[in-house]
């Protein structure tokens, strides 16, 4: 194997089958394996995203739904809301409660009561929660008409967030990676060490970014079908153990320490 004839797909399969392939990557620069990580940390890092983007496009369609079949003809307009049909309306759902009541039965003071609640009146909406109430005056949208229609044509786009789900989803995980590279090549140091080695934290911190290779693959798996917990130790152990093996096949090729003989003493001048 010559290093320039290695690409990215070869390299990635070397790094998880090969441990004398770690010899080559050793003697390549730092950049090389930062850039490496880069491109395995976006193709997997995307996959690993496939799951939670559908998931939250579907609990959009889903709410969308049940908004459409389940919530009360309304018209918010001139800072006012109309809501159609019997008031009060509770919805409880787990710790949470909805008050929805526009005839004055309840006001802002009612929910005190509770310790998380959102109350909808006729013009403000109060949010309690986690000791902290946050007030919305529906005067401050006088300007708007919005209607039931309005709103359930409007939550579809909410899966356009899915874009910023990606993007910051995808930098999270290159950074994490970044992280956990650095943290193994100071755990590598110890290793190269061992022994007498001449290797130093450049060379360690260089192939941690292909020890990772497998664990990285093997998480987003697991991710995927939805085996999350549980894990995290075990896959990052296994980096650990290709990089002791990457390491252990570069010391191998070091040359063997050279130690002089010790010369022989000169015999001290004769006094005359």
């Not at 739904?65 to 409880?92: D, I, K, M």
């Not at 450049?202 to 990772?212: F, I, W």
Request: aromatic share 14%.
């Amino acid at each position: 194997m010559e290093t320039e004839k290695i690409g990215f797909w070869g390299t990635l399969g070397y790094s998880m089958t090969k441990a004398d392939a770690y010899r080559i990557f050793q003697r390549r620069s730092v950049g090389k394996a930062v850039v490496y990580l880069l491109l395995l940390s976006l193709i997997f890092g995307s996959l690993s995203l496939i799951r939670p983007m559908v998931e939250f496009s579907q609990a959009i369609d889903e709410f969308t739904r049940w908004f459409a079949l389940e919530a009360p003809e309304f018209v918010l307009e001139n800072g006012e809301l109309t809501v159609e049909g019997e008031q009060p309306v509770f919805v409880q759902e787990e710790d949470m409660i909805l008050i929805i009541d526009t005839t004055g039965q309840y006001d802002e003071s009612s929910v005190e009561q509770f310790d998380e609640v959102i109350f909808i009146g006729r013009d403000k909406l109060v949010n309690k929660e986690n000791g902290r109430t946050q007030i919305i005056n529906f005067q401050d949208f006088a300007d708007w008409r919005i209607t039931k229609d309005n709103v359930v044509s409007w939550l579809p786009l909410f899966k356009w967030c899915n874009i910023l789900l990606y993007l910051f989803g995808l930098l999270f995980f290159i950074a994490k990676k970044y992280f956990l590279a650095f943290i193994l090549g100071l755990i590598g140091l110890v290793f190269a060490k061992t022994g007498g080695g001449k290797l130093g934290f450049a060379d360690s911190y260089k192939l941690s970014h292909y020890a990772l290779t497998l664990p990285i693959i093997v998480k987003v798996a697991l991710e995927m079908t939805g085996l999350k917990s549980g894990w995290f130790l075990l896959i990052y152990l296994l980096a650990l153990i290709y990089l002791w093996q990457g390491l252990k096949a570069v010391k191998r090729e070091e040359p063997p320490v050279q130690i002089d003989p010790p010369q022989p003493l000169s015999e001290p001048d004769q006094q005359i």
